[in-house]
């Protein structure tokens, strides 16, 4: 790959800027947004990034292979297409879109034009998740029972999406890599409090039909900040704490409590509520979305497909419109 | 009042025997266990003690004037009733019953006999929940947009009944004691992983129709226990961590967040996700079972009612049946 | 053994009897105070329990073989040498005394009446402290290079001494027993803030003259109870936090850092301060004070000698006293 | 002002370089190393940076008006002197130089030429600092009683000094800013382990004389990093955590603890170890070292004294200079 756009250089768009700029070198990097004032002053503050004032001359540049999409979830569709259909590589900040059938149309279109169409589930790039994976599916865990996420701070971060969108993306992405498979069914609920109709705080709960669930609490309204994550496993479990700066990933080895059933065993439960050892492996400190790049760059020179690809990036769009739709009937179940 | 009867000396019945010996003298507590072993060894522990080796030998007592039921909650409503029709006060573990029909014929039964009816919700005693309601009732926080409760640990604690039955009576009686009124609707999703049929965790989801909904997560297979709710509020928000030593009870002024909603105030958002003050009020350290035996006492000696009545042994019923046949309805609202 | 005498029933007295009365059945155990009224209070709570009038006629009976001391700290040379004069083997509550010369005294009047003399170091006999005993002996941190323990709250609990000898011989007793030698010399300085000359914080720092280090902070002006202690190992490092209700013992796997001392290494270690793993065995709920009772009964049986007797009694009154004298003497160094 | 020189681009000269681009402008700061590849590196970093390749260069430009120093501590004096004498403001990195003559010196230098001198004494402009001292100077915590300053870590940042030297300079800028006066005598004991003659731990002791005690824990070698600083007073306390992302100034309400003494008022403490509310005052989010870099062009412009004066900079370097000195001396008492 030569040269890469980033479209939108608003609240994420720097942060692409800097990671590309260290992955392909400086001038690499082509920049672009509305807001002219906003691209000039991230132009200063990352020497080398060139500025264009208007998305068709970036898209027509032949010396540009690929973009990337920072801009508000609404727009993530009909920017996306532009690009694949101008011939370019896309990475797409994450929601990859709000519709399934937008997804569907935009992987068709990379499949058509042979590009590469990546989503930044940024999460599933950073080595605690990636620890999570690999504790998962070496089936240290037993079978897994329930994932029980909580992303909760204080502060409306985006104009355009309610807080389903804006959260959940995560939860649902790193459910989707862990898990290997879909849900049949969501249910979610939310309330809206400081703007009508735009959720500030939900409940989602995927339903996987073998009594396997995942339930995301988002939340914009919450006095603290919370970034937790809960794994229930027949054998293991493991808390995931993003906000813990040393035990990040914590693996409980407690599957005792559950065999005694009698008074005795009960009693003990009570007394002491967790037998075995607890272990919390070194995860390294990098970031994850200077992987997100090189990754996107390495599909890109290599044609291969990227762990988070167009597909990951529907199912993940498929479960969050279901439950967006959900939260408007009242928690109605949405089959899958 | 003269003597009270403890029918079951399991696990929770001892606590009743040591509080209404501390309250009414050691030798004014009567107790029946259906295991003579299991009694014997209790009565060893609390000297004073008196065994009776069946029920109706105690409900025939005429010195006996109130009985404290503390039984598996499938035998809660035969016991209490047999208890009223013997003319009998009663104190009924958590829950008051199983069905919201069965807390209406209590409610009746004590009315016509004129005896007291009273549900150990003990948390509604609590030094620390009475702050939550000072708090919340003085309008300090605004108005309250929701409360989310945490309750899960490891260890399946009861026989008969699944966890919602199990844990979920703590937190429906404090929403209900702290809110003052009743859900519209209940929705409520659960797995069972252990024994089928009776969920090890579940989500319950109460709407009180204008916004306002309470949230309760109770779970037996987590690995870490966690005691915590959050009360947001428009002006002011709460987080109450049960299992905090010192500041149990911690009070949050962050209501400028919500204001500004341009870029700028976003981005401040992000950084500093907290503007404003935390301030933890004192709360005593006093066992809330002691303050349920007192106001028991005192209600059957002066003939009023206590705070956690018949009724609201109902109200919490009710929500929990709903909650229950939610579940099994995979998740479908019931109408209160 | 036939029957212990409890001799002081304030405090810690009580637990001694119940302790005493399940390793021995409820009526082994006689108790005495000065205070008549507070020893028939504790005689209530322990039912079982035969209340002497007079200390001689406890002494002088023959079918008491031992006693307990849980007295005031500067009253227990003369009522240990009491007892053992008598002809009773003698538990000591920590401190053993306040002098080496009396410590000498004891374990010398002990040894000629073939008696058994074991003193209370009740955390030597706590799970988690045995587990650090299991980890240091066994090598695992390598090299120990310090123990820092700092063991603060509000509250002044000791009529009679100051912060020393009521806090310190915790720590003290704790560092003897995972160390196994004498530190050379003692420094120590502390301040009286509440009561002149008797001090309410203070810090004791042991030299064992190779490098190894012990510090110890006891604060009853503390706004925060901590009680926690670091052990630093040239392999591992290890955080044992009584306080913790799970993760008491917190083994890190961290030597890394110490290699490199390079700038590159150097920036290394700012950004990610601790390589390796953390590893919290489990640690098992029980009461030290039972095993202590136990251990006691045993050795009185079997004539056999206590982890905690008198030499080990001497061995942390010799620090303390020199601690004592390092602080009246402003911190002077006090050669062993 | 005009322009500043930053000598020394190592760890901490780049945190200049940025605060004072943004103070200045980003072409009025220039730079020097002696590595100039790390110089050359830090340039491309910081566009508008202009390095000069000798120091004499950079002192013998008139346009030059101030330069920060931030080189390792033993060339501190060396190089401040030179500034001064070539007529520049000078702002040195903690501490200020090694010895307190060499203190003295530049202090009586900067007056004779009428230049600034200011010590990076950064956690002084801290908010969480500036907090503390409005919270001491205004007796809201009655009579200060001690400080325990705890900073320790894993990882030896310093290849000149020792950890007395690294660490300490912070916790004893503090006191010496919150307490407004200075200690009578020194303590200190410490211990080295991976380099000979360089403790790597180390305890301070500083006497005030009237009961007010200082204690400073640093150390290299801790498996845990922790940055807290307890202020115990007579009417409240205050615990400071550096590394609490939001409640990092805790003030303790829980003065009445040391009111009874007598044995009931000794048993409640011990139940209830905290009376009082505990109150987090909110502290803003902002970086010190840029109000460092504004004080200091600030005090160049207009002639004024900064507040990190020399004077600030010679007394703790006194501290520090006895510290080092009782170590050596295995902790003999060092008179001030």
Same mark, same amino acid.
């Given at each position: ?6 479209i939108?250089l608003?609240? !994420? ?5 800097? %990671?590309?700029q260290?992955v392909?070198?400086p001038?690499?990097? !082509?920049?672009y ?6 691209a000039? +002053? ?21 010396? *540009? ?13 009909t920017l ?20 399934a059938?937008?997804? +569907? ?6 499949r058509?034009r042979?590009?590469?169409?990546? @989503? ?23 079978r897994?029972?329930?994932?029980d996420?909580?992303?909760? %701070?204080?502060?409306q971060v985006?104009?355009? *999406?309610?807080v389903? !969108?804006?959260l959940?993306?995560?939860? *649902?992405?790193i459910?989707?890599y862990?898990?290997?498979r879909s ?9 809206a ?19 396997l669930?995942?339930?995301? #609490?988002? %939340? ?16 293991r479990?493991? @808390?995931? %704490? ?21 008074c ?8 002491d509520?967790r037998?075995g050892?607890?272990?919390s492996? #070194? *995860?390294?400190?990098?970031?994850p ?7 996107f760059? +390495? ?14 990036? !529907? ?18 179940r949405?089959?899958l």
């Amino acid at each position: 790959m030569e040269r890469i756009g980033i479209i939108g250089l608003g609240y !994420w768009g720097p942060n692409l800027v800097r %990671n590309f700029q260290a992955v392909l070198g400086p001038c690499a990097v !082509w920049g672009y947004d509305r807001q002219r004032d906003r691209a000039a +002053e991230v132009a200063r503050r990352y020497p080398g990034l060139a500025l264009v004032d208007d998305l068709d001359t970036l898209l027509a540049n032949p010396h *540009v292979d690929a973009v990337a999409v920072a801009t508000p979830a609404q727009t993530h569709y009909t920017l996306a297409r532009a690009a694949l259909e101008a011939g370019k590589s896309v990475l797409v900040e994450k929601p990859l879109c709000t519709e399934a059938a937008q997804a +569907e149309a935009l992987i068709e279109l990379a499949r058509r034009r042979g590009k590469v169409l990546m @989503v930044d589930h940024t999460f599933v790039y950073s080595p605690a998740v990636r620890k999570l994976h690999e504790l998962v599916s070496t089936g240290q865990l037993g079978r897994v029972r329930f994932i029980d996420s909580v992303r909760i %701070n204080l502060g409306q971060v985006q104009p355009d *999406v309610n807080v389903v !969108w804006d959260l959940a993306p995560h939860d *649902v992405s790193i459910a989707d890599y862990l898990l290997g498979r879909s849900p049949q069914s969501v249910t979610a609920v939310g309330a809206a409090h400081t703007r009508c109709d735009v959720e500030d705080l939900a409940y989602l709960h995927l339903d996987y039909g073998d009594g396997l669930v995942v339930h995301v #609490h988002v %939340n914009w309204l919450s006095p603290v900040k919370l970034r937790s994550t809960l794994i229930g496993g027949s054998r293991r479990s493991i @808390v995931y %704490n993003d906000l813990e700066p040393v035990e990040q990933v914590k693996v409980y080895d407690c599957g005792v409590e559950l065999r005694a059933d009698d008074c005795e065993g009960r009693r003990q439960r009570l007394v002491d509520y967790r037998t075995g050892d607890v272990w919390s492996p #070194h *995860v390294a400190r990098e970031e994850p979305l200077r992987r997100v790049a090189e990754e996107f760059v +390495e599909c890109c020179r290599l044609g291969c497909r990227p762990l988070a690809d167009g597909e990951a990036g !529907w199912r993940v769009v498929r479960v969050l419109a279901a439950a967006q739709r959900s939260i408007k009937a009242h928690g109605a179940r949405m089959a899958l």
